[in-house]
């Protein structure tokens, strides 16, 4: 598969939030303790590796980044690529999340805003799962080497999102942070539901 002609490319609100501030950050520093927030759901693929399945996820947020850390992490990234944010992000524990039965992965940023009916958008990167042979063979999946969830959910806690198993983080012509996602579509997240309140 020729994957660039299939990419999808989405432009992050985190990018809008963090230079023009046009909601209100919620972020806190990293919290320690039980999980501050644990979600459910079930994740709906679209297209590429999850294409036609479906599987439960758990997402346990322990902390979030906040404003200053996250405008760090950008100018990183326009500094140095994603590799210079992956090596910055990489030992980060904000929560985890995981998929079916796999064990979880940590998160490595969660940053959040809120709307003006009162709901949030939060947005999580971490370092994905990578499989032997990816490692071993350097296959162009190794250029994505994120996973991307972002995540709406009102008052009550519930919602909706999208993931991207593997994701490309880069600045485009236009100074906006994009994500590149290795596949057709981003798979969805559907119905879901805080469980602590």
């Not at 996973?147 to 983080?169: Q, W």
């Amino acid at each position: 598969m020729r994957v660039h002609e299939f990419a999808i490319i989405s432009i992050i609100v985190l990018a809008l939030v963090l230079i023009v501030g046009p909601q209100h950050s919620l972020n806190t520093s990293a919290k320690s303790g039980p999980a501050a927030e644990t979600y459910t759901g079930t994740i709906i693929g679209v297209g590429g590796q999850l294409g036609g399945v479906s599987r439960p996820f758990t997402l346990s947020i322990d902390g979030f980044t906040s404003t200053a850390e996250a405008r760090r992490d950008v100018a990183i990234l326009a500094e140095r690529g994603q590799d210079g944010l992956l090596n910055t992000l990489q030992g980060k524990r904000l929560g985890y999340f995981s998929l079916g039965s796999q064990l979880g992965r940590d998160l490595n940023f969660v940053y959040q805003t809120e709307n003006s009916d009162g709901s949030r958008h939060i947005t999580i990167l971490f370092e994905r799962w990578m499989n032997l042979y990816e490692v071993r063979s350097g296959t162009r999946s190794t250029d994505y080497p994120f996973s991307y969830v972002e995540l709406t959910v009102d008052r009550s806690g519930k919602g909706e999102g999208s993931f991207i198993p593997a994701a490309k983080i880069r600045f485009n012509k236009k100074h906006e942070v994009e994500v590149e996602n290795f596949g057709i579509y981003p798979a969805r997240l559907a119905g879901v539901e805080r469980r602590n309140k």
